[in-house]
């Protein structure tokens, strides 16, 4: 054996691994450094039917919420230049961006525990690199360019015009489709409407917008049509933040070593076992389907998607020469050195608890949100003025009224009790559905109920039904007082 290769004993089997591949560099690239372009295999089998399920339903999702509305309302819309948020048509607004920091916390604890629950399947049959590269994007190449000796046949030859036209027609789709998605995904920050507005009116009528539209199709055609795989490998956090999170009980693609050492090529009618033969017979079809270039028999990997593609070729191959299927299959690592069934750990535990606490947490505060937000500001620079042995402040409210339905409500002073509403306009104030109100009022107290200069007093907003929608504490001037 060489000295760039090392036997790591398993569980008494030995597995030669070759550093320089597996722990010492990417998959996809060179020992010079230069980019090793991937050709993976068109992958099928029930894991890849499986997954086009769920990507096309998510897919799906993707090109149809934005039209969806709800009460009127987007079904999600997070506009940040206009402060527009909508969650299944809930206005939120700067003001409950707690609750959505509280969520994208329950979010993130979430995909921590199903990291160290579940390996990075959310990689394989969630993400949106995945679900555009490998349901959208690869399948236009398989289509145009055929399959990967094809296209390896397609990529070493010289320019004809036989590569010309393919090259050319592939990257042509792949620029419109990036056009598309871009206009999908500015849907969601500043509605169908207004893309389509916009699209309509043309570029020289919106020329930031063209802009940015440019911009944000060249970063998808960038990535789709070069980068690719590399988003995962390279650039991706969650990648890195795997290998601090999952451990010998998580569930990940593996490769059975225990089964499949030693690997040989496959001899009809032999008797592997007799041979000292493991059921791995070398074929590589595990290697030529992964989506990242990498050999999922080194071991556990960190450009590993769990995207099944091996799985599905493995069982293939062992359904060829009549040997058991689940040589690499969904299993922890301590079920194939140990053959111990997968349980829930401490660790796992903890971590759920922390995250029904939190769910439950944000379910309160999601419920408990007030119908309408008032605030009542003395206007800079205003004091009070004193008539007919009444002491007046003015007061500027600003009412925001964050349910679907239109809300009438009047004033009142809650405490101390004998304040009286003097209002600029109707008592009754309208305020339309998702809208700010903002008007004037003047509360007065009798001269003698003023022990203070400066008093806390606490003003409420009421419905018709006489119902408390909100309260705001603020404080009230009068004449300065000696006390004694």
């Known amino acids: ?41 068109k992958p099928k089998g029930k894991y890849t039917n499986y997954r ?21 309302n987007p079904f999600f819309l997070f ?5 527009e948020f909508f969650i299944i048509g809930q206005p939120f607004y700067p003001q409950d961006f707690f609750i959505l920091t509280l969520g994208a916390i329950a979010s993130l604890i979430f995909i921590i525990i199903f990291t160290i629950a579940f390996g990075r399947i959310f990689c394989g049959w969630i993400c949106p690199q995945t679900i555009f590269m490998e349901s959208i994007f690869r399948k236009i190449e398989y289509l145009i360019e055929g399959d ?19 090259r050319g027609l592939k990257w042509t789709v792949y620029a419109i489709i990036s056009l598309i998605i871009t206009h999908f995904m500015l849907m969601y920050i500043v509605g169908y409407e207004e893309i389509l507005r916009i699209i309509s009116e043309g570029p020289f009528a919106h020329p930031t917008n063209f802009i940015v539209m440019v911009l944000f199709t ?13 988003v995962c490998t390279l650039v991706c956090p969650y ?36 041979a000292g033969k493991g059921d791995c017979i070398d074929c590589h079809q595990c290697v030529v389907v992964c989506p990242t270039g990498i050999d999922i028999r080194d071991g556990q990997q960190l450009e590993c998607v769990n995207c099944t593609a091996c799985i599905d070729a493995c069982d293939e191959v062992m359904e060829k020469v009549g040997l058991p299927k689940g040589l690499v299959r969904y299993a922890s690592e301590n079920e194939i050195e140990n053959q111990t069934e997968f349980k829930f750990t401490g660790r796992m535990k903890g971590f759920a608890v922390v995250l029904v606490l939190l769910v439950g947490f944000l379910g309160f505060l999601l419920y408990s949100r007030g119908e309408m937000e008032a605030k009542f500001i003395k206007p ?22 964050k349910t679907n339905e239109k809300k009438i409500v009047t004033i009142k002073v809650v405490e101390p009790a004998h304040g009286e509403i003097i209002y600029s306009a109707s008592s009754k104030i309208q305020v339309d559905r998702d809208k700010i109100s903002k008007g ?29 929608v909100d309260s705001y504490q603020t404080y009230f001037e009068g004449p300065f007082k000696l006390q004694f």
């Open 239 to 274: 990648g890195r933040l795997q290998g601090v999170l999952i451990d010998k009980d998580t569930i990940n693609v593996f490769y059975d070593f225990k089964r499949g050492e030693n690997r040989s090529k496959w001899r009809k009618g032999e008797d592997r076992k007799a």
């Open 1 to 41: 054996m060489s000295d760039i290769e090392e036997i790591e004993v398993r569980g008494g089997q030995g597995q030669v691994l070759d550093p320089e591949t597996y722990r010492d560099s990417i998959g996809t690239m060179e020992q010079s450094g230069k980019r090793k372009w991937v050709f993976p295999r």
């Open 218 to 230: 060249s970063a998808f055609y960038f990535v789709f049509a070069w980068f690719r795989e590399q």
């Open 440 to 468: 004037t009022i003047n509360i007065s107290f009798p001269q003698e109920d003023m022990k203070l200069s400066k008093q806390n007093i606490t003003i409420g907003v009421y419905d018709m039904k006489g119902k408390l």
């Open 148 to 166: 990967r000796n094809k296209q390896m046949k397609l990529d070493r030859q010289e320019w004809n015009s036989e590569k010309i036209w393919k």
């Open 52 to 72: 086009n399920l769920v990507s096309y339903a998510l897919l799906i999702i993707y090109f149809t919420v934005p039209f969806i509305k709800v009460n009127g």
């Open 79 to 83: 506009n940040v230049i206009d402060r």
């Open 380 to 401: 800079a620079g205003s004091t009070f003025f004193v008539r007919d042995g009444k002491i007046t402040n003015t007061y500027n409210y600003t009412f925001l009224n």
